[in-house]
């Protein structure tokens, strides 16, 4: 028998009724996770993952459908009533297999993996009240996850502190982001570590060509569309992306 929870949340992307608060009552990670592996398998291939490191918590790890990623300038229809929100973030490709975790040197292996981009996250939800959800109902949303977009990548990135971002973001006419910005768990590349260790198999893992991206730099301002996104990572690049009224 499906998993109720499953048919709503196809339902929910396909334009029908969103989640209520109460379907979060009594969610236990395994139960999420087998959630995510389900939807997984309906609209798969996953083409990546989310990541966070919250504080004194578990981490959070949400699957990207493949479906859901673009190349920079990227149009993305949105209904124009639609709240949807923006992050601008670090984002890891993996260029090769993720080395073993136990590896004395598992961390070096894994900076020679990878290759760093800018990224837009568009934060999109199935969830009757995303701003009030609590922290399990997200997870089980695949954490909100729209679509991320991507720059243009930087294979040598080693130079790169993403410890740290000075960065500027535009959304419409507003300057949104100039300046310094705060890395979600203070280093990017910690948080990308921490999900390989923590990973596993789940939704068949992290493989060759997949993206991570680790976090807004410039928190979650939501907007409706019609309206275009801007911005660039001092260092890294710009990403660009356009939302589409429909």
């Not at 966070?52 to 229809?77: E, N």
């Not at 922290?135 to 990548?153: I, R």
Request: some cysteine; proline content about 8%; charged content about 20%.
């Amino acid at each position: 028998m499906s998993d109720p929870l499953v048919t709503q949340l196809l339902a929910a992307r396909q334009g029908g009724e969103r989640l209520p608060g109460t379907a979060g009552d009594g969610l236990t990670r395994e139960r999420i996770f087998a959630v995510q592996e389900a939807v997984v398998a309906r609209l798969g291939p996953v083409g990546g993952f989310k990541v966070a490191c919250p504080p004194g918590a578990a981490i959070i790890i949400a699957p990207i459908m493949a479906r859901d990623i673009y190349p920079s300038p990227a149009v993305i229809d949105v209904p124009a009533a639609e709240e949807v929100g923006v992050e601008l973030e670090y984002a890891f490709r993996l260029i090769a297999p993720v080395p073993d975790i136990g590896a004395s040197d598992f961390e070096a292996q894994l900076r020679g993996a990878i290759e760093l981009l800018p990224a837009f996250e568009l934060v999109r939800s199935r969830l009757a009240d995303p701003k009030g959800a609590g922290a399990a109902l997200k997870m089980l949303d695949n954490q909100l996850n729209g679509a991320v977009v991507l720059g243009a990548p930087c294979r040598d990135w080693q130079q790169i502190d993403v410890t740290r971002a000075n960065a500027g973001l535009i959304l419409g006419d507003d300057i949104v982001l100039d300046g310094a910005a705060r890395v979600p768990g203070g280093d990017a590349f910690a948080t990308l570590c921490a999900l390989v260790r923590a990973l596993g198999d789940h939704c068949g893992g992290l493989r060759p060509g997949h993206v991570v991206i680790t976090g807004s730099l410039n928190g979650l301002p939501w907007v409706t569309p019609p309206i275009t996104a801007e911005a660039v990572i001092d260092g890294l690049g710009a990403v660009s992306m356009r939302l589409r009224a429909t």
